[in-house]
C-alpha cells in the first residue's frame, strides 16, 4: 500500500498494539512507542517531501466512490509539524507520565492518527470521523489525571467540543444533500451552482462548527480550563495539532469547496480577520492576569491562533504564506514553552508563577530555552516568531487590512507584558529550591531541540519556507486542487 | 570581510565556552580590539548584499559618517568592556558584547530591515543586562522593556508604512509615516515626555551597566534620526525644549547619576539641533557632538562609577572623595568637565562651535548658549562638590585597575581631539571651513563657561542646594492600570459557568448568521 495510507493506519495500529500489550505484555510499551514513533518518522519525511505537485491516493481502488487522500504542500506542511512535534513530545511523555502510561499513549497515538486523517482526507465525511476521532482523544487526555479540576474541565470541553461537532456534522449533511457527494472537489463543482444565501448558511455553520474547536472568543471559554490540569505533554499537542489541525480544516472547507472569490464576496475574509483582531487582543489582556502557567500558556494559543487565522484570512498568497508559517511556527515555540513549563512541574511540581521564582539560576540551560520560545512567541528578532509575524503583517497591509496590521503590534505589546512578567520571576533569586525528582536527559533533550528550532527557522526562515511557498498555489486557485482530484 | 557588530556577536557565542578567567580577559580584549581595528580600516563606500526572505538587504554598508560613528563606538566599547569586566558576571558580559554588536550592526545598516533586527536585539539584550544586573532593578528592567518596545513597535510600523508607500526597504529620508519614526526615535533619544526610563534605568541599574548603556542607547538614536529625519527644521525648536527641561531637571537632582543622565538629554539636544538644521555643516557637527559627548559623558559615568566603588553610595557628598584619593580619576574628571562646559581647547567646545557656526536664527542661537550655559552650571556644582567643598568620607577600597585603565583610554582620546579638533574632519574627508581658534570662535565658545562660573558664586545656595522631588503626572502608570483593570474585568466574566460559555456560544452563532445573511 501507498506511505501515505500508513500515515494514518500506524499510529492506530499501534494504538490497538498498546491495547493488547497493556493486557498481556506491559513490557514491550517502551520499545513499541519508540519504535513506532521513529518509523512514523521517516514516513511523515517521506510522504511530505514527495508532495509537488500534489498527488492523490484512492484507497481501495474505489475511484472517487471511496476514500481519496491528497497530499498537496498545504497537508505536507502540517505533516511535518506533527513530524518535529511528535518524537520529542513522546521521549518526554516517557519519563513524565508515570500514572496510566498505557492508556496515554494509546490515547495519544489515536489521536494523531485521527489527526493525520484530517490533513490527509480530500472528503467531507473523512473529515468529521477524523475530526471527532481527534476531539474524543483528546478529551480523554484532558481527563486522564483523573482529578477534581482535569474532570471538569474534560467536561466542559466535552460538552463544547460535542456542540462545534454537531453544526460540522450538520453542515456536512446538508451539503450531502445538496451536492449529492462528498468528495471535496466533486462538492466544489456542483456548489458553483448553488444560491448565494444558502451557501452563505452553509459556510456560517462550517465556521461556527470550526471556531469552537479552534477556539475563537468568546468561543474560547473551555480551553484555559481543559489546560489547568491536563498532562502537559499533552498539551505540547493540543495547542500545537490539534487546534492547529481545526484551523487547517476550516481553511480546507472554506477554500477548496466555496473558492477564495465566494468567501470575498459574502464577506467571509473581513469576518475572519475582524474575529481575530478581537480575539488576540482579548486573549492578551486576560493571559496577564493568570496566574497559572499552564492557563497562561492556554491563552497565549488563543491569541496566536487568532494571528494565524488573520494570516489565512487575508486571502492573499502572502497571508497564507504567513498564516501556514505561523502555524508551523507556532507548534515549536508554544511546544518548547509547555516542556519548559513540564519540567518545572515534574521536578518541582510549580506550575503557578510564583512557584518558578529563582528557577533561572537553578535550571541554567532550561530557562534560557523558556527566555528564547518566549521572545520568540512575543515576535521579537531574530527568533522565528519575528519572521512570520513580518509576513502577516505585509499581507494584512497589501490586502487592505491596515487596522489588522497595526493591532497585531499592539498586541506584540500587550505579549510581551506577561512573558516578561514570568521572565522576571524565573530570574529573581530566592533561596534554592528543593528538586523532588531530577528531569535527567529524556526531558532536557526534546526541549532544548524545538528550543534551538526557534533559532534555526527565525535566521534560516527559508528551510521551511521553500515548503510553504507552494501552498497558496493549491489553495487560493482551487481549481488546480480540483483538477488534480479529479484527475487521480 | 568580517563587520565589527559580527565580531562582537561572535565573542558573545564564544563566551558560552567554558573558560577561565584569563581566558576570558584576553579573549575580550582582542575582540574589543580588533573591532576598533577592522572598523579603522573599513573602506568608505564598500558594501554588502544578502538575500533575505523577497528583500535583496544591504547588512552592512560604510560611508564617512558610519565609520566615524561606528570608530567611536568601537573605542567606546573596548574601554567599557576593559572598565566593567571585572564587575559583571559571565552572564552580562555576553549581553554586554551582544549590546555592542547590534549598536554596531545598527550603525552599518544600509536597509531598514536590517536597522529594525538590530535595534530590537539591542533592546532585547539592554533589558536583560538590567534585569540580571541586580535583585533591585527587576522592575526597572520590565519598564525598560516595554518603554523601548513601543518605541521599536512604531519603527515598526513606520517601516511597513515606508515600505507599502514606496515598494522598497531602503535606508534614505523617509516618505511615509514619519510621526511612528518619530515617536521610535524620540523614545531612544529620551525626549522630553518620553524620557523617564532614562534617568530611572541609570541610577537604579548598577554603575557599570550605566556606562554602558549609556554609551550607546541614545546615540543610536541620534544616529538613526541623522539617517532618516534630518533637515526638519521645525524639530530644532524641539531638541531645544527637551535640553532646556533637561537642565532644570538636572539642577534638581540629588543623585549623582540622575544629574548625569538628564545632563544626556542635554546633550542629545545639540545633536538633534545639528540634524534638524540639515545642512552638512549641521548633521556633522552633529555626529562630531555625538563623538564627543560619548568620550567626556562616559568618562564622567566612569569617574562617577569609581566613586560609587569606594564608597558605596553616589549622593554628591561621597564625590568629596575625588580630590583627596583618586588622583587619576580627578583629572579624567577635569578634563571631561572642560570639555562638556565647552572651553576651548578641550574636546566639546569643537562640536559646539561648528553646530553653532550651522544655526542661523537668531532664538536658536541664543538658546545653545543658555543650554552651554546650564551644562556647565550642573556640572559647576559637580566640580564644587568634587574638589572645593570639605568633605570627610573615606574610600573603602582601592579602585580596580581595569576601572582605571578603561578611564584613562577615553581621557587620551579626549585630549587628542580637543589639542588638534581638525583630526576628526582629516578622518572623515570632511573639510567644513572653521577655523576653530580665530578671536571671534573662542571669544564666543568661552562666555556661556565665564557667565555660569558667576552665576555659580552669585547663586550657589540655590544650586547647592537639596531639592525636594517634583511631583509629576505619571501617563504612563495610569495607562498601565487601565489595562490591568480591563484585563481584570473581562477574567472576571470567565467564572467557569457551562451555562454561561453556551451563551456566549449561542449568540457568536446568532450574530455570525445575522453578519453573512445581510
Known sequence: MEAAVWVIILPLLTAFFLGISKLYFKKILFPLVTGSAIIYLYLLISVSTNSYPPKVYSVGGWGLLGINLMVDPFAAMFLLIIAILFLPVILFSLKYIKIDKHDYFILTYLMIGGIAGMVLTADLFNLYVFLEVTSLSSCALVAIKKTDKAIEGAFKYLIMSTLGSFFILLATILTYHLAGTLNMAEIALEFKELPFKLKSILMALFVFGYALKIGLIPLHAWLPDAYEDSPIPYNVLSSGLVMKAAVYALIRVLYIIFGIDFLSESGMLAIGVFWGVITFIIAHLLAFQQTNLNRLLAYSSIAQIAYITIGLFVGTDGGLIGGSFHILNHAIMKGTLFLVIGIFYYSLSAINIKDIKGLGYQFPIISFTFVVASLSIVGLPPFNGFITKWLIIEAALEAGFGYAAFFILVGTFLSLTYYLKVIVTLYTKTEKKIVIKDPGLSLRLPTIFLGSLCIVFGIVPSLPLSLINKIPQFLLDHSEYIRILLGG | ?518
Open chain 2, 1 to 518: 570581510m568580517i563587520t565589527p557588530g559580527l565580531l562582537y556577536l561572535s565573542g558573545a557565542l564564544l563566551l558560552f565556552l567554558p573558560i577561565t578567567n584569563r581566558i576570558k580577559y584576553i579573549m575580550s580584549f582582542l575582540i574589543t580590539a580588533g573591532a576598533l581595528i577592522v572598523t579603522f580600516y573599513l573602506i568608505p563606500g564598500y558594501s554588502l548584499e544578502l538575500d533575505f526572505l523577497k528583500y535583496t538587504l544591504v547588512p552592512f554598508k560604510v560611508d564617512n559618517i558610519s565609520k566615524l560613528t561606528g570608530l567611536i563606538f568601537a573605542v567606546g566599547g573596548m574601554a567599557a568592556v576593559i572598565y566593567s569586566i571585572n564587575l559583571c558576571s559571565l552572564s552580562n558580559l555576553r549581553l554586554i558584547f551582544v549590546f555592542i554588536g547590534s549598536a554596531l550592526t545598527v550603525v552599518f545598516a544600509g536597509d531598514l530591515f536590517t536597522l529594525y533586527v538590530f535595534w530590537e536585539l539591542m533592546t532585547i539584550s539592554s533589558s536583560f543586562i538590567i534585569i540580571m544586573a541586580s535583585d533591585v532593578t527587576k522592575k526597572t528592567g520590565y519598564f525598560y522593556f516595554l518603554v523601548q518596545l513601543v518605541g521599536g513597535l512604531s519603527l515598526l510600523w513606520g517601516i511597513f508604512l515606508q515600505y507599502s508607500a514606496t515598494g522598497n526597504l531602503s535606508l534614505h529620508a523617509i516618505e511615509a509615516g514619519l510621526p511612528f519614526f518619530m515617536i521610535a526615535i524620540a523614545i531612544k533619544l529620551a525626549f522630553v515626555g518620553f524620557h523617564t526610563w532614562l534617568p530611572l534605568v541609570y541610577s537604579k541599574a548598577p554603575f557599570y551597566v550605566a556606562v554602558v548603556l549609556s554609551i550607546y542607547t541614545t546615540k543610536v538614536g541620534v544616529y538613526v534620526m541623522f539617517r532618516l529625519l534630518s533637515g526638519i527644521n521645525i524639530l530644532a525648536y524641539a531638541g531645544l525644549i527637551s535640553a532646556l527641561f533637561g537642565v532644570v531637571m538636572a539642577l534638581r537632582q540629588k543623585q549623582v547619576l540622575r544629574l548625569l543622565s538628564y545632563s544626556i538629554i542635554i546633550q542629545v539636544g545639540y545633536m538633534i539641533m545639528g540634524i534638524s538644521i540639515g545642512t552638512e555643516e549641521g548633521t556633522t557637527g552633529a555626529i562630531f557632538h555625538l563623538v564627543n559627548h560619548i568620550l567626556y559623558k562616559t568618562v564622567l559615568f566612569m569617574a562617577v562609577g569609581v566613586v560609587i566603588y569606594t564608597t558605596g553610595k553616589d549622593s554628591f557628598e561621597n564625590l568629596g572623595v575625588m580630590g583627596r584619593k583618586l588622583p587619576l580619576t580627578s583629572i579624567a574628571t577635569l578634563v571631561a568637565f572642560l570639555g562638556i562646559a565647552g572651553v576651548p581647547f578641550f574636546n566639546g567646545y569643537m562640536s559646539k562651535t561648528i553646530i553653532k557656526d550651522a544655526l542661523h536664527e537668531p532664538l536658536l542661537k541664543w538658546g545653545l548658549d543658555l543650554m552651554s550655559f546650564g551644562t556647565s552650571l550642573i556640572f559647576l556644582k559637580f566640580i564644587y562638590y568634587a574638589f572645593f567643598k570639605k568633605s570627610t568620607i573615606n574610600i573603602d577600597k582601592k579602585p580596580a585597575i581595569s576601572m582605571q585603565f578603561g578611564l584613562g583610554f577615553l581621557t587620551v582620546f579626549m585630549i587628542v581631539i580637543g589639542i588638534n579638533p581638525f583630526l576628526l574632519e582629516n578622518l572623515t574627508t570632511i573639510n567644513l571651513g572653521i577655523n576653530y581658534f580665530d578671536k571671534k570662535h573662542l571669544l564666543s565658545g568661552i562666555q556661556p563657561f565665564l557667565w555660569s562660573i558667576a552665576a555659580f558664586i552669585l547663586l550657589k545656595k540655590y544650586v547647592v542646594k537639596n531639592y525636594q522631588r517634583l511631583l509629576y503626572y505619571d501617563g504612563y502608570r495610569k495607562m498601565a492600570k487601565l489595562f490591568v483593570a480591563t484585563g481584570y474585568k473581562l477574567s472576571n466574566y470567565h467564572d467557569g459557568k457551562l451555562n454561561r460559555y453556551l451563551v456566549w456560544a449561542t449568540s457568536t452563532l446568532i450574530v455570525l448568521l445575522l453578519l453573512l445573511m445581510f
